[in-house]
């Protein structure tokens, strides 16, 4: 476990290796039967929190059987955020999971998904899990050890020790390593990995995020609001920079997409992270100018009131 909130003078520094790659490895295949997954560490003793999984698909009906059947047991809830599908997805996450709670986005795009799904969360604990069987939910255990353990969030890495990936091209793995240092001097993080989407936090901090489930965008209207992108998990890494909580990187293996074509473009994908980088950081530096003069402004006040109170006194 990683924590990644250091200060910018004690940075180590850190090259990422290009060439370290594992062999390319199939997809994870959906068992017959499985021991049970424990979600929690065998010599916790404490009464363990709720555990939501939210889940954005769209159009996914032939991979939530690899997703679910990796599922671990014991979960309070399981979120599956629907983006308007036009297959069965919503029936077959039905059926493979009766208890599974259905919400459909208000928008659209993975950020507004992800956001709904956090709004309906009502565990102690959210993970954030992809429905394209990129993600290999039998590692939720390791973030949630990573949460009881201090963290108040458990941020997935593909270039952590021990992680990797089969489907990130070459293209998109320098683009990450860029962003990621662009991030790590603006923020004063040392992230590893900053888009990657498999993530676990306390659901406490879900107001930190920032992130509009109300608003209502039909969906095909052409207008998506800040953050409801593929740009979310960077929107919500910088965030919680900025707001200092404990992050700690957990090694994951990122699997390759098992039906269906990734909805990612490397260069439109690439230059909305940029964008959303320079903004964050931009509109970061005005809300703290905003509130020191807020701050400088009140204090002002209570001098003048206790100025003006002492010379009625007299």
């Not at 065998?42 to 009906?61: G, R, W």
């Not at 807020?294 to 002002?300: A, H, I």
């Amino acid at each position: 476990m990683i924590d990644t909130r250091v200060d910018a003078a004690q940075m180590p520094k850190r090259r990422l290796s290009l060439r370290r790659r594992r062999p390319r490895d199939p997809v994870y295949d959906m068992p017959e039967s499985r021991d049970e997954l424990s979600l929690f560490p065998p010599d916790y003793s404490l009464q363990p929190p709720t555990v939501t999984v939210v889940i954005p698909a769209l159009n996914e009906a032939r991979n939530l059987p690899y997703v679910f059947a990796k599922l671990p047991d014991g979960l309070h809830e399981v979120i599956i955020v629907d983006g308007n599908s036009v297959d069965d997805t919503v029936a077959t996450a039905r059926r493979l999971r009766p208890d599974v709670r259905v919400v459909t986005q208000n928008r659209s795009g993975k950020g507004n998904a992800l956001a709904c799904g956090f709004a309906a969360a009502t565990g102690d604990i959210v993970v954030m899990v992809d429905a394209d069987g990129s993600a290999d939910p039998a590692e939720i255990p390791q973030f949630i050890k990573a949460l009881l353990d201090g963290a108040d969030f458990a941020k997935g890495s593909r270039f952590a020790d021990g992680g990797g990936s089969c489907d990130i091209t070459r293209l998109r793995r320098l683009g990450n390593r860029l962003l990621s240092g662009l991030v790590n001097i603006l923020c004063r993080t040392h992230y590893s990995d900053l888009c990657y989407g498999y993530n676990a936090f306390w659901r406490r901090h879900v107001p930190l995020f920032g992130l509009d489930a109300e608003t209502d965008i039909p969906v095909g209207g052409g207008a998506r609001l800040w953050g409801d992108g593929f740009e979310v998990e960077t929107l919500i890494n910088i965030r919680i920079a900025q707001a200092e909580l404990i992050v700690a990187e957990i090694a994951s293996y990122e699997h390759s997409r098992i039906h269906g074509v990734s909805n990612l473009n490397a260069a439109s994908d690439g230059w909305r992270v940029l964008r959303t980088i320079l903004a964050e950081r931009y509109y970061y530096r005005r809300r703290t100018a905003a509130r020191k003069r807020k701050s400088r402004g009140l204090l002002r006040h209570q001098r003048t009131t206790a100025s003006e109170s002492a010379n009625h006194a007299q």
